[in-house]
C-alpha cells in the first residue's frame, strides 16, 4: 500500500510538509502526531472511517512507511504515528514533492506579489513558486467578478489538479488574516449531498433526524417506519455533515417546509464536534440549529457501563458536552475515563424495545 493514496496518509505527509518545510532530516527527532489528532485533522470520524483509517496506518506500518506507538497496557489502542526520519524520501518521491531550491526561494522573496499573497514572502507555506504565482494570478485577474463555485472546480483551474485546493485549505495559506477562499479564489467547499428516507405520511410534521453513520441510520430508517416518529431519516455520513447541512434546505422543500432538526451521533469528543460545527454552518444559512436526540443519548449512556469502549482521546473541553443538556455530565465523565460509545450499539434489537412516546 503507498501512503499516497490513503486519506489519512495525505494528511500525515501535509503536516510533515508543514512542520518540516518539505526538507528530509531537518529535525533531530522523527516527525510524530498523536493519533486522536490525527483523525480529527483529516476529519475522519465516523465509527467506519476511523476504523478504515486505523487499517490503512497499520498497513503503512507494515510496510515501513510509519512506526505505531500504543497506549501503555493497552497494545490495541494507537497513541502516535510516526514518521521514521530514514522513510522521509520514500514519502516525497511517492508524493512526488521536491523541497524548495535556494533559487526558487529567492523568486518567492523577490517576485511582486499582489497584496492579498505579500505574507508568502515570510510564511513556511511549503508550495512551489509555480503554484503560489498560479494563485497570484488569478487574484490579480478581476477575481470580484466571478462567480462562487466548487471548490474542486477552481482548482482544477488553477493547478490541473482538483484536489489540490482541499489539501491546501488547512495549511498555513489559509491561515487567519492570509487567504480566504471565498473572498480570494471565489469558491466554496460544497460537501457530499445528504442521503435521506422520508417518513411514514403520519410523520410529516414532525422533526427530521440526522444519524451520524451508515449502520445506525439503516436501523433507524427501519425503526421510523413501524414508530412513525420523524419526517425522515437523514444520514449525515460522519464529519461530512459539517459542510452537507447546506443540502438539509432541499429536503425541507421536499418536506414542505422548515422544522427541528435532531442529531444522534457516537458518543465521543468528535461525535459532539460534529453537530455543533453543522448548527453553526447551519445558522449561517437560516437554517434551523441543530439540536440532540435526548432520547437516544439517554439510552446510549444506560449502556455504558457494559459496553463503553477505550479510547485513548486527550482532554475534551467540558463546554463541548453543554450541547447534550441534562446528558452533558454524564458525558463527560464518559470522557474524564478515556471513553467512548458507539452509536451503533443502540441498534435495531435495542430500536425495538425503546417506547415511542420516548421521542
Known amino acids: 500500500m503507498k501512503a499516497a ?105 523577490e517576485y511582486p506579489w499582489e497584496p492579498a499573497m505579500t505574507f508568502v514572502r515570510e510564511a513556511r507555506l511549503n508550495l512551489s513558486f509555480a503554484e503560489l504565482s498560479r ?75 440526522v444519524i451520524e453513520n451508515a449502520a445506525t441510520w439503516q436501523s433507524f430508517c427501519r425503526w421510523n417506519a413501524e414508530r412513525a416518529c420523524f419526517s425522515a431519516v437523514v444520514y449525515g455520513d460522519g464529519n461530512r455533515f459539517i459542510d452537507g447541512v447546506r443540502y438539509l434546505a432541499d429536503i425541507f422543500l421536499e418536506l414542505g417546509g422548515h422544522r427541528r432538526v435532531l442529531y444522534f451521533g457516537d458518543l465521543d469528543p468528535q461525535g459532539l464536534r460534529i453537530p455543533q460545527q453543522a448548527s453553526r454552518n447551519a445558522e449561517r444559512r437560516d437554517l434551523p440549529r441543530i439540536e440532540p436526540h435526548l432520547p437516544s443519548y439517554r439510552r446510549l449512556l444506560s449502556l455504558a457501563s457494559v459496553q463503553g469502549s477505550d479510547d485513548a482521546s486527550d482532554e475534551v473541553d467540558s463546554q463541548l458536552c453543554d450541547w447534550l443538556e441534562d446528558c452533558a455530565e454524564p458525558a463527560r465523565q464518559l470522557f474524564a475515563r478515556q471513553q467512548r460509545i458507539a452509536q451503533e450499539h443502540l441498534g435495531w434489537e435495542a430500536l425495538k424495545q425503546f417506547p415511542t412516546e420516548a421521542n
Not at 531537518?26 to 516527525?31: H, I, Q, S
Not at 503503512?60 to 497496557?73: D, M, S
Not at 502516535?80 to 526561494?105: H, K, M, N, S, Y
Not at 488553477?158 to 485546493?165: A, M, P, V, W, Y
Open 135 to 209: 494563485i497570484n494570478d488569478f487574484i490579480k485577474s478581476t477575481v470580484s467578478e466571478r462567480d462562487i463555485v466548487p471548490i474542486k472546480e477552481r482548482s482544477l483551474e488553477l493547478f490541473g489538479d482538483e484536489k489540490r485546493l482541499d489539501e491546501l485549505l488547512g495549511s498555513a495559506l489559509f491561515r487567519d488574516g492570509r487567504l480566504c477562499e471565498r473572498r480570494d479564489l471565489r469558491c466554496e467547499v460544497i460537501g457530499v449531498p445528504l442521503g435521506w428516507k422520508r417518513g411514514p405520511a403520519a410523520a410529516t410534521a414532525k422533526p427530521l433526524i
Open 5 to 109: 493514496r490513503s486519506p489519512i496518509g495525505r494528511m500525515l505527509f501535509s503536516e510533515w510538509q508543514r512542520v518540516r518545510g518539505g526538507f528530509t532530516n531537518a529535525g533531530a527527532r522523527p516527525f510524530s502526531r498523536r493519533w486522536e489528532e490525527l483523525l480529527e485533522d483529516a476529519r475522519l470520524t465516523s465509527a467506519i472511517e476511523r476504523g478504515d483509517a486505523e487499517r490503512e496506518i497499520r498497513e503503512l506500518a507494515t510496510g515501513g512507511w510509519v512506526e505505531l506507538k500504543t497506549v501503555r497496557y493497552k497494545p490495541h489502542l494507537i497513541e502516535r504515528v510516526v514518521i521514521p526520519l530514514i522513510a522521509e524520501p520514500t514519502w516525497c518521491e511517492a508524493f512526488g514533492f521536491v523541497p524548495p531550491t535556494d533559487e526558487e526561494a529567492r523568486l518567492i522573496r
